[in-house]
């Protein structure tokens, strides 16, 4: 049986590519010279396990390359519309940028910060190899610019390559949000992650992480920052919507399926590493406040062994799974939580948690994450807990912090393009060199593992067509039109009869760019159904279409002493004007579920209520004309029946266990619990 050293060598030559000709034959067998000295070395064989070829890599870096491969800072081509002087003339970003505001909170930083860097310099100077894509290009662009990158990359000391990382391209985005869904509309377009709970069905799941997997290759992109593992407790929280629900069964399930789908059985060339986040659970929010926030800071736990039967599952699937990296949150445990850890775990005999955020915290990385679950990957921390959401340590120095969170299992800091404080940690003494070693050890066993130190390029042609390819498209769709969730039907309304030609009313309100969405809404039923006719009138209509979207927005609806709503009023619904509609004609509702919304004044007054989880309005209304059988999903969260049920509620407790008057009661007495939906062919008119 081959050891621990052997597992993972490559046993048949790979396809090797260079395009600055470092390229050697040994043995009658082609290898990269990533150095350039004509020499076959032990990092560059890939006869070798990928721990050999690490450690002998890491030990030929200095110390400035070591932590330069512990950062991993948003980076961009040289044409940018996030760059402050955009060059299309240019590739490469040839300037750094530097603020002295958070772009994503706002909030100011103690010093300048510089937040993306020029890309050979960030290459030559600052030894970055990791990278974050936010821009929203076009296939060609994107294989382009990747590959331009490498080839910089190639020309290194080292020849080492760059390993490029993405938030989700692939779900629906109307509208695009920085940090959360800011590149959306060239992949393939599925719906949201609670969209995808709305159909609880795992192949499904894998088979979505197997074909988006394909496209992020295919253009250069090899690191998925997500999914969210997070169980949302807490109705409130702005990034409901970005987790697969509350049924943490059905979670857990997803969590390895996706792995699974984007990385296959074992890391190699055709995976995208999946970075699982945010270790240990950050759903259980204080009143729904995001803790990138000083006022959302804790993770406080009200119920005894809350955090073993809710909020780590999923993390135990990912690590079976074989993840490649998890992300702890920003926020920290407090000591007013319940008993939630083993004894051997506790601070002391008086204190369960160091009071830390995660990315610092001992006990749980090294302790709870890595002896107690298992986990052998790489520990990446989420943006910024460094020079901007440091909950705990705020008295430390930069230097400090880095040297506290290296120690605590951290591997690489995330949005961060400047590793000069980590170099200052370890020349004055508060790191030694030596202890950058795992971590940076992790990190080159993922590149070898994904083949990059073999061939880093795409084929610009294949990214053309595989990203936002016919089979990821049309699957998409159809996953689109099924996840819509029937509430309520009406017989004479549903499903739409593309054969009539009715005078349709159409309102779209919300929180962000209602007017934008409702012109779509419009020109998608002059697309898929052109005998039917939209009116400005409503009382002229023979029906109305209302599509309700309210929000809760992270960086402007998150504010201190702010209490966060889950009535569609307070997050942009003009209720009175879809009570007024509803009385004056038949109505369908669609509501659009990013979070789990009061109903009591919208629902009662309409025909027919949808849910919907990140949806096209193309898909929408061929789902409500029955197209693949119409509105297959089924609630993935339940929706509570007042703010007093929501305050009652325990902050790290899904609503399906926060007992019978918890749940919303619609007008014809059926209960919004999670599960919950109907079908066409089965709904009792």
């Known amino acids: 049986m081959a050891n621990e050293q052997e597992k993972g060598a490559q046993k048949e030559q790979p396809e090797v590519v260079s395009r600055a000709g470092k390229i050697i034959e040994v043995d009658g067998l082609k290898f990269r010279d990533l150095n350039g000295n004509g020499t076959l070395e032990p990092y560059e064989d890939w006869r070798l396990s990928p721990q050999e070829r690490a450690r002998d890599l890491v030990a030929r870096m200095t110390m400035e390359e070591k932590a330069g491969m512990m950062i991993i800072g948003s980076h961009y081509p040289a044409g940018s519309h996030f760059l402050p002087e955009p060059d299309d003339s240019r590739v490469l970003n040839e300037k750094d ?24 310099t960030a290459l030559n100077e600052r030894f970055q190899h990791y990278f974050i894509v936010r821009d929203n290009l076009q296939p060609r662009e994107l294989a382009e610019w990747t590959n ?115 990385q296959g059985e074992h890391l190699g060339r055709h995976s995208v590493a999946t ?57 920290k445990p407090v000591n007013t939580s319940v008993e939630q850890l083993p004894k051997q775990l506790w601070k002391s005999e008086q204190e369960q948690f160091d009071e830390r955020s995660f990315a610092y915290n001992t006990a749980l990385i090294e302790g709870l994450l890595r002896k107690e679950m298992g986990f052998s990957g790489y520990v990446n921390s989420d943006s910024g807990v460094i020079d901007a ?26 949005d961060m393009s400047d590793p000069s404080d980590l170099v200052a940690a370890v020349e004055s003494g508060k790191l030694d060199e030596s202890e950058l070693d795992s971590h940076v050890e992790r990190l080159v066993q993922e590149m070898v593992l994904l083949g990059l130190l073999e061939d880093p390029y795409v084929d610009e042609d294949a990214a053309e067509r595989e990203v936002g390819g016919e089979e990821p498209v049309a699957l998409g769709n159809r996953t689109q039109r099924r996840s819509v969730t029937l509430l309520r039907g009406d017989k004479e309304l549903l499903p739409l009869d593309r054969d009539t030609s009715p005078l349709i009313y159409v309102k779209v309100t919300g929180r962000v ?28 209509a023979d029906f109305a279409i209302i599509w309700a979207r ?33 009385r004056v004609c038949p109505t369908i509702l ?57 305050k009652d509620s325990p902050r790290d407790v899904p609503g399906v266990d926060c007992g019978p008057e918890y749940a919303y009661q619609d007008r014809e007495g059926s209960v919004y619990v999670l599960g919950y939906g109907r079908r066409f062919e089965n709904y009792s008119y």
Request: proline fraction near 8%; glycine fraction near 10%.
């Open 275 to 331: 970075t699982i986040k945010h270790f240990p659970g950050g759903g259980v929010r204080m009143d729904g406040h995001d803790p990138h926030f000083e006022w959302g800071q804790s993770n406080e736990y009200p119920t005894k062994g809350s955090l073993a039967k809710y909020h780590l599952p999923p993390f135990k699937a990912a690590i079976e799974a074989g993840t490649a990296s998890i992300m702890p949150y920003y926020a």
């Open 97 to 120: 940028v530097w603020r002295e505001n958070n772009p994503i909170t706002g909030q100011p930083y103690p010093k300048p910060v510089l937040v993306t860097s020029a890309t050979k």
């Open 550 to 582: 309210p929000e809760i927005r992270l960086f402007e609806d998150d504010q201190e002493g702010f209490d966060l709503s889950l009535d569609p009023r307070a997050a942009g619904v003009d209720v009175d004007q879809v009570q007024q509609i509803e």
């Open 590 to 646: 669609a509501v659009e579920m990013t979070n789990p919304w009061l109903l009591r004044e919208i629902e009662p007054g309409a025909r027919a209520v949808v849910a919907t989880f990140a949806v096209t309005p193309e898909n929408l209304l061929r789902s409500l004309a029955g197209q693949d059988g119409g509105p297959q999903g089924v609630l993935p969260m339940t929706l509570p029946a007042s703010e007093k049920a929501i």
């Open 148 to 262: 331009a990158v490498q080839e910089a990359a190639e020309q290194t000391r080292l020849g080492l390559p760059v390993v490029f990382a993405s938030n989700p391209r692939n779900h629906v985005a109307l509208v695009a949000q920085f940090g959360v869904n800011e590149s959306a509309g060239v992949f393939s377009e599925w719906p949201g992650e609670l969209g995808l709970a709305a159909l609880r069905d795992l192949e499904l799941v894998e088979e979505f992480g197997r074909m988006i997997a394909r496209e992020w290759r295919a253009a250069g992109i090899h690191k998925l920052y997500g999914y969210m593992a997070d169980l949302p407790t807490e109705p409130r929280w702005s990034r409901f919507s970005g987790t697969f629900g509350e049924d943490v069964d059905m979670v857990t399930q997803y969590i390895g399926a996706i792995v699974r789908g984007m």
């Open 389 to 414: 959401m440091p909950w705990g340590v705020e008295s430390l120095s930069e230097p400090e912090r880095f040297a506290d969170a290296v120690r605590a299992g951290t591997d690489i800091f995330s």
């Open 513 to 540: 760019g209602p007017a934008e969405v409702e012109d779509k809404l419009k020109g998608a039923i002059g697309k898929i159904w052109p005998t039917a006719h939209v009116t400005e009138h409503v009382e002229d």
